[in-house]
């Protein structure tokens, strides 16, 4: 009988310590240095062709946007544009694009603003009630164009855009005609004011009891958890399920997914309503948290801007929360601009940059990293041969 000591066995790749790709590391690390380079380039040029001083203005919208009041501020504008984010998203992951936030969004606030005024329930289920309100206008608005994409081939492209106009106009004639509070010498046209058991409560009082002293007439929207929830289903749902699997394949390559069993027609009606019924919440902020009614001064262009913070964030839920809070953050600052004689507009071709740099930077590392690729694999091969 052999007495030698048995041959130790390779542990495997599992329980092998993982190699970091340098390559793909840097990869990644460049396309958003990359951004970031081109954006302040062209932005500065933008100042000093308008006649400013680019580090004054940097200097000056920094020292605004840092302190409390405005960090609040910044937080609370960013939430609306997260879910503007979040609701592009899910349509980008199955390379549909959902235009139409904007009008989806307007058309459930509105209604949901109207729903909530008309009654009176516990606190809670009054919350829940104008929720699951804006929620189902928003998604059966987005559904109409993902029915017409899946029965007449119609671009969702064209047919969100033409809600959007269809959305604003009905909107408005609700608000004129049917949904408005009419009060005598007034020119204003708003919806009844929402009773205080259908308000969200704002993070005041727990921000108070972990020290944090409030700026007089600032608070934090309490709205900013139903942001996160939403964030969080989104990752769960498209990034750690089946459905996401199956959402981004039929993205990818639909007669394959169909191959595979999915049913690529049934899938895009969910994404649009999925799409649709995050939308559905973009306004809630406001209508919850803020003015407790919808008007006439009830703020658009959130859906449009939505599609720029979803490019900038990737599809990922915490990037697309940066680029909200980077776009909320130029907002608050360019405030100060009209002080040192610069035009507010600056901030809008800011956003435009970042976006476009964004954009562009990806696409140039993309296909450095495929040129890479193949370049190895030729190798691997000429040296095989």
């Known amino acids: 009988m052999s007495t030698a000591a048995p041959e130790r066995l390779d542990p495997g790749p599992l329980r092998r310590a993982p190699r970091v790709d340098g390559r793909a590391l840097l990869l990644a690390v460049a396309a958003p240095l990359l951004a970031a380079v081109v ?78 005024a008309a009654v009176e329930l516990p606190a809670v289920l009054h919350v829940l009630l104008i929720v699951l309100v804006a929620v189902s206008v928003g998604a059966a608005w987005a559904g109409v164009a993902g029915v017409l994409k899946t029965t007449r081939g119609v671009s969702e492209v064209i047919s969100t855009i033409m809600l959007n106009v269809i959305a604003a106009g009905l909107a408005a004639y609700l608000l004129a005609t049917y949904l408005q509070e009419r009060v005598e010498g007034s020119n204003n046209q708003a919806t009844p004011e929402i009773a205080p058991s259908g308000r969200f409560p704002t993070l005041d009082a727990p921000l108070e009891a972990l020290g944090v002293t ?31 699997f199956d959402l981004k394949a039929t993205g990818l390559s639909p007669s ?39 008007g006439l001064e009830f703020t658009s262009g959130l859906g449009l801007t939505g ?12 990037g697309i929360a940066f680029a909200a809070l980077l776009f909320a953050f130029l907002e608050r600052s360019s405030a100060t601009l009209q002080r040192i004689d610069v035009p507010t507009e600056i901030y809008v071709i800011m956003q435009g940059t970042i976006v476009l740099s964004v954009v562009v930077a990806y696409e140039v590392v993309r296909r450095v990293g495929v040129a890479q690729a193949e370049r190895a694999v030729r190798a691997a091969t000429g040296d095989r041969a």
């Not at 139409?100 to 459930?108: I, K």
């Not at 409030?214 to 996160?228: E, H, R």
């Not at 069993?261 to 919850?288: C, F, I, N, Y």
């Open 39 to 116: 954006a302040l380039a062209v932005s500065s040029i933008a100042l000093v062709v308008s006649g400013s001083d680019p580090f004054t203005v940097y200097e000056t919208m920094l020292a605004e946007g840092s302190d409390l009041r405005s960090v609040l501020i910044t937080v609370n504008n960013g939430v609306p544009l997260y879910l503007a984010g979040l609701a592009v998203s899910i349509g980008f992951r199955m390379g549909l694009f959902n235009i139409g936030v904007e009008g989806q969004y307007q058309l459930a606030a509105l209604l949901a603003a109207a729903a909530g």
């Open 214 to 244: 409030l700026p007089q007439g600032t608070s934090l929207n309490g709205f900013v958890l139903v942001a996160v929830l939403v964030g969080v289903l989104y990752w769960l749902l498209v990034g750690r399920s089946r459905f996401g």
């Open 256 to 294: 394959a997914a169909v191959a595979s069993g999915v049913d690529a027609k049934r899938m895009t009606v969910t994404v649009m309503l999925l799409s649709g019924g995050v939308a559905g919440l973009v306004g809630l902020a406001q209508v919850l948290g803020d003015t407790y009614d919808y």
């Open 307 to 318: 599609i720029g913070v979803a490019l900038l964030g990737r599809n990922s839920p915490v």
